[in-house]
């Protein structure tokens, strides 16, 4: 499988794949995934740079565009980051919007369901190899190692990061441990302090949205460095 970034020639064709899926998935689901879906598609038809990969936006203008209040929108974005659609790129500021980024790879693996019924020309496009000079990333690189087993909550959520990214998997993922899970929080322990901080920084958002695929009461995550 693969995503593409959708720049350069076939960038017009690409995203067309990308709306088409996101479509055809809202409308094979019930009307809460309508509405959740629709949603995404207008700030990605209206403020999203496909070229940057960011969503420079305020929560005042999105609840404008969708027809809503404040607070339905803070629901609605809290969902999305759960389902590891969106990501905040950078925090609100005084005086600045927020700016997100939205995660294609996870967004097209979501609806990979549905492929088959748009037609087997977009199924072969999304599962064929890219080309050397090709703008498309891989879904998946060929894991360099054997994907993690383990039937308890900890190993599904290592399941889910690897086969997202088998990569990253094996640089940074694998050497966490859980120490701790209470109260819609968990605890991963990492073995240095730099590798806590690195990815209490950059991928929380990520291994959040592995477990909430399979626990959605787990809301806060501690990385810790073993003593």
Same mark, same amino acid.
């Given at each position: ?81 759960? +389902?590891? *659609? ?5 925090? %609100?500021? @005084?005086?600045?919007?927020? /700016? ?69 998997? +094996?640089? *940074? ?5 859980? %120490?701790? @899970?209470?109260?819609?929080? /968990? ?41």
């Amino acid at each position: 499988m693969q995503v593409a970034k959708p720049v350069g020639r076939n960038a017009p064709a690409l995203k067309y794949d990308i709306l088409s899926a996101l479509a055809v998935y809202a409308l094979s689901g019930d009307k809460h995934r309508h509405r959740s879906v629709l949603r995404i598609v207008t700030l990605i038809t209206t403020r999203y740079n496909w070229r940057s990969n960011e969503l420079s936006i305020g929560r005042e203008e999105i609840a404008r565009l969708w027809s809503v209040n404040e607070r339905t929108v803070k629901r609605e974005m809290a969902k999305l980051r759960s +389902a590891g *659609w969106v990501a905040v790129k950078r925090p %609100a500021a @005084r005086g600045r919007v927020a /700016v997100y980024e939205l995660d294609l790879k996870q967004i097209m693996l979501d609806t990979v369901e549905i492929w088959p019924v748009i037609g087997p020309d977009f199924q072969d496009r999304m599962q064929q190899e890219p080309a050397g000079d090709s703008n498309v990333v891989p879904f998946q690189a060929k894991p360099s190692l054997p994907p993690p087993n383990g039937e308890d909550l900890w190993g599904q959520v290592q399941s889910i990061l690897h086969g997202r990214d088998p990569e990253l998997w +094996a640089s *940074w993922f694998q050497h966490l441990h859980e %120490a701790e @899970r209470a109260g819609g929080q /968990v605890t991963l322990v990492a073995p240095s302090r730099f590798m806590a901080d690195y990815i209490a920084q950059k991928w929380t958002a990520r291994v959040l949205a592995a477990y909430g695929r399979i626990d959605p009461s787990i809301r806060t995550l501690r990385i810790e460095a073993a003593e």
